[in-house]
């Protein structure tokens, strides 16, 4: 029905989570770059934020499926 219809196209159009995907992509490249340089301390900061964020794409995924 309506709610299934609602639930596919949540599923495939859902900016949010394509954001957090960006995020943790994005997030990930700057640790590793950060811990390549020897920078622990901004690795450690990103790393955090990447644990947030695989956190709410978690959230996110199990919201509409």
């Known amino acids: 029905g309506k709610y299934n219809e609602w639930k596919i196209k949540w599923q495939n ?3 949010p989570l394509k954001d957090v995907e960006y995020w943790i992509k994005d997030t990930k490249e700057i640790a590793d770059l950060a811990d390549d340089e020897g920078d622990k ?13 695989q956190k709410l794409e978690w959230m996110l995924k199990s919201y509409v499926e």
């Open 13 to 15: 159009e859902c900016l």
């Open 41 to 53: 301390i901004t690795s450690d900061i990103f790393n955090g934020y990447l644990k947030e964020y």
